[in-house]
């Protein structure tokens, strides 16, 4: 073997192992999405089978889930007792889903009004705070849980400025100030569906509407019907 | 210590290598960069002000990254020795050209202002991020397999939408200026340099820097917006925006400069009795293409400029409610976005019409026709570009104004063809692999051209515009048009700048598997985009899989047929190294009567010349042999 | 393309003529069966006026597409069989460098055929703009008489959604329109741009902040058609899609009383209609 084809057998192979490591790395970025959390299976009844799924809403993730992004705001889901930083759902085919939304965040109001109807939940109706209503005042919404292909827009009051107790960042607790959603969708067929925040939260943001309302694990995702 | 005496005069040897390293080098190039970047985002992060409290609220520092993307290429290009001519000339020192003596294969990687060398570093560093950008195409069509496809998120899907668009229409704006009119155009027109090489330098390592640059935004959450970059969503997006802005812009930067040098080097230094009509047609296309690149590409980076302020100090050019408009940056990116495209079309009209005499055997036939034909090209494009904007809403009453004007420009653009088909009318052709480049061509971008008629008639538009359809014409006339021409020209000229044959079995592999492929992808994504199908989707109607995964597996033979001309290019040029012939195709252009490896000045005694540049054929000239055009060298 | 006399002896053929006999036999042959094959397939359909209208473009464009394609097309494969180096042979070419008679009548042609499509698509625009958004102040307006059914299309990211100004501003998720009925579309969008796509019925416009962007079209047929949006508009671009239904006007109308009930508790926080809006937060949110 000559010396120039040694030299350029041995820059073959070091071009050859930088390429892996950055296709490597390309790949690891490219693929990359937050975890895919189940809802916990409830009880079937009349031979429809059900499931829980619970949501938490913060002002802002916090360092210890995202140390690049601690002040975006974002969803957060509960699995095994433990509050995961994730916005991609998993829940059964022709069942109902109940959802329950822990919502920590201030209000921002909605860009357009409209979203503050509920739409798509089985009764028409959500549960603020226990209590039954079709819709809030646009004013007082601080985000919304929207499934537009699935016909489901879900507006979630956020909480008052004056409350005490106000949670700063993820995961936030029971025992501070929140607001408690909850509403039941009936999902039809298999399918994977995205969905989406409408209320320009994202803070610092051209019409707010940047950031976390742009980035999948924030204030969007999908919901996965199984 | 060295106690061997020294020679009288020092044979110029090799130092040792530590000592090489030290010096205006790329070694020192990047540790600058890194250095330069780092300062300027230190600098970013010390800015504070009322304006600046969204910074905080947000997570993301937009005036950190510009100002460390400027910083770092301000080091690159410190350390590559871009900065020691002024700064000797300011200290009165002389001038000097002493980068382009240095010989060995270490001038390939710093600054060398032989326009030879940089034609080289130019084919290599575009390859290279032609072929990442490839590779971004292929990762695209694996998701588009399923119509809800969960192969990459959203997110980075648009990420890798938008790298490969802007890679391919900005780097390879000098796919083929960068490389072919670097090397040629100053042996064509018969000098010894480009008219500012040290600047001839400079647009390689902008480019190469601006690469890097959007490569990198895959660090800061990528960008949303694809290679229009429109408004005010990009206001929206994250710190991955700014790459894409800081290396467009520096693509500009690149092209303005590419662009000015060409023009004063064709203008300037052509050689004694070059008259303009004896100028080969490919040079004329390099001057048009100059033309457009110096009028369009201040207009890009104008508009950049813009966008970056009103991303980091927060003015508001294009946001309503500060008073700015969105559609400012719809003109202004597409007042250079339509020449732009046409940067791209024409030195592909010039490749083929100046190969075409070659391996015909005949005079280029027309050629006042295809001079005439560049040069309307080059006029009448600056007056469409609102044909990108017929559903925006904006001057309805111009419509039939910008539709007519996209109409007239398809008959310059018929002057190529019918040069085209004129000189195939009898000829005696051979169909070497560049001829079948340029063959493919001929069908490609007569078939983007006649798509292009469908855009450009407004009630059709409407259907197309923003669909498939549209993307499928553009790759038509852009990969149908520059890349096939690109691999005709690296057939042709490798022989010249290499000295070494390129396999032919493997390179009409490389042919007919690209054609059959790219047409097979193509082809179907005018059908797609007619059932509806908008571009720039991670998802899609259910019942348009069945075409769109027969797209996605034609596009994956593209990518291995490109892997067939990587595997020539590395057998043909490190393994079995067959030397060329001076003159493989028996041209009688300027550039194969020189020896090989081209000398460093070119010529020894500049060249007179006394002939047309296609002086093929039998009957009116007698065939001459050697060197015709050309006064005897070397005396 | 008839150039010099064959030079090369008698045995040449003619190829001028035999060439342009057979462009000229296929384009006979292939245009009709275009026209009247590949006509009736092309998009978008029959949903509207203005879809018919571009499919009727459509068709005529393929039908002066196919005869430039099959000369350009016809002469490579004719030029690849006939004018060929012989095998092992270099023989130069005959050293024709032009034919002023050809140059000549090649402009004066492609340049007949490039107006005459330009005034035939002006023709067609100037009807009624083609189902192209064309700004605040429309330039081409329908010249058919009877009231415009004016429905304002709402962008945002990442839906659509549309109010109805005649049936008290209502503001409803889906759309749905009377068939036969002259319908203004009012589009416009709440944050950045997008692009509303109703594919069936021949319609796009930008939806622009701050810009009121109209389009007239009408409706023909009773069926459902598909809105997307087409202008790239963030993470949920692909996602942005949606189906509208064409009924007949007394499903509408019972459709729209429908929607009046259904909304009704929300309607009270509406903004009034307006042909743009500028909703909070205006620059950077809060």
Known sequence: ?226 | MNTVAEPATPVPGRRPLWRRMIGFNLLTAVILGVAGYYIGWFIGHEIKGASFDFIDDTDENDVALMLAYIGGVIGFLVGLGFANYPFSRMLGKPASLREKEEEGVGRYFGLCTDHKVVGIQYLVGIGLFFFIAGLNAMLIRTQLLHPVPTFVGPNQYLSLVGMHGSMMMGMMTSGILGPFANYFVPIMIGARRMAFPRIEALTFWLLMAAGFILTSTIFFGGFPTGWTGYQPLNEQAVMGMDSYIVFFALVGVSMTLLGLNMIVTIVALRAPGLTWSRLPIFVWSVLATAVLMVLAAPMLIGALTMAALDRTVNTGFFIVSAGGSPYLFENLFWFFGHPEVYILALPGFGIVLELLPVFTRKPLWGYRLGVAGMLGVTLMSFFVWQHHLFVSGINAALRPFYMLSTEIISIPTGFIFLCVMGTLWKARARFTVPMLFCMGWTFNFLIGGLSGVFLSDVPSDVDTHGSFFVMAHFHYTIMGGLIFTFFAAIYYWVPKMFGVCLNEKLAKIHFWSLFLAFNSTFMPLFVLGMKGMPRRVSTYNPNLQGLNVWVSISAFVIGLSMLVFIANVLYSLVIARVPAEANPWDSKSLEWQLPTPVPVNNFERIPTIENDPYEYGTPLTPPPRGAPGMAPAGG | MATAEPSHGAREPDHARRFGAIWIVSSLIATPLVVLLVGPIMPPGGGSEQAQGHVTDNTVLIGMATPVLLLVLTYLIYAIVYFRQPKGAVLEGPAVSGNSRVQTSWIVITSVLVLTLAVYGTVRLTADGAGGGQGPSPAFTPSASGKKLPVQVIAQEWYFTYRYPTYGDIETPHLVLPVNQMIELHVTSLDIIHSFWAYQLGVKADANPNVDNIVFVKPTKVATFEVRCAELCGIWHGYMFDHGRVVRPAVFQAWIAEQRRRFASTHKYLPPFSTKYIPEPTRRGG
């Open chain 1, 1 to 226: 073997m000559s010396v120039l084809a040694k030299k350029l057998l041995g820059i073959g192979i070091g071009v050859a192992i930088a390429a892996a490591l950055i296709a490597l790395y390309v790949a690891a970025w490219a693929t990359s999405a937050p975890p895919t959390i189940s809802a916990a299976s409830g009880p079937t009844a009349a031979g429809v089978g059900s499931a829980q799924l619970t949501l938490q809403t913060v002002a802002a993730i916090g360092p210890d889930y995202s140390p690049a992004h601690p002040d975006w705001v974002s969803y957060l889901v509960r699995e095994k007792g433990r509050w995961v930083h994730s916005t991609i759902y998993r829940v059964p085919a022709h069942s109902l889903v109940h959802i329950t939304v822990l919502q920590y965040d201030g209000d921002s109001g909605l860009r357009n009004p409209f979203m503050a109807q509920v739409q798509g939940t089985t009764t028409g109706m959500m549960a603020v705070d226990g209590k039954s209503t079709d819709s809030i005042n646009p004013e007082e919404a601080s985000h919304t849980f929207a499934v537009p292909q699935l016909g489901i827009f879900v507006p979630l009051p956020g909480v008052p400025e004056e409350a005490p107790n106000q949670c700063e960042f993820a995961p936030c607790t029971l025992a501070q100030a929140h607001r408690t959603i909850s509403f039941t969708i009936r999902t039809g067929a298999k399918g994977r569906f995205r969905w989406q925040c409408f209320v320009p939260c994202a803070a610092g943001w051209i019409d707010g509407n940047g950031g976390p309302m742009q980035t999948l694990g924030y204030m969007g995702g999908f919901l996965e019907v199984v």
